[in-house]
Nanobody
């Protein structure tokens, strides 16, 4: 079955950086748009960033634009979220998601495959 496995989460001080990776298996990676969502305790899952299946286009939520960068390596079947200038309000479980030929869809519904999530905690 399709697998998405996130890694790279952890504890970091405000202003620091983390790099999340999402390794994908058993999926035609080059046909899938990739996205990152996050969910803080007591809150709904929210869109963070997306990248098209070709990697040529990206989309970011207003809260992370200019601080986070999404990328993908189609040869390695990996999506990456580089997070810089982290803030305490970025604390959440981060999930990667894949959707067939979709891009910049901010609703989690259309994404058919999800990872298990990785915890990111930013201390003040």
């Amino acid at each position: 079955q399709v697998q998405l496995v996130e890694s790279g989460g952890g504890l970091v001080q405000a202003g620091g950086s983390l790099r999340l990776s999402c390794a994908v298996a058993r999926l035609t990676f080059t046909q899938y748009g990739m996205a990152w969502f996050r969910q803080a305790p007591g809150k709904e899952r929210e869109f963070v960033a997306a990248i098209s299946w070709t990697g040529g286009s990206t989309d970011y939520s207003d809260s992370v634009r200019d601080r986070f960068t999404i990328s993908r390596d189609n040869a390695k079947k990996t999506a990456v979220l580089q997070m810089d200038s982290l803030k305490p309000e970025d604390t959440a479980v981060y999930y990667c998601a894949a959707g067939y030929r979709i891009f910049a869809v901010r609703d989690p519904g259309p994404y058919t495959n999800w990872g298990q999530g990785t915890q990111v905690t930013v201390s003040s």
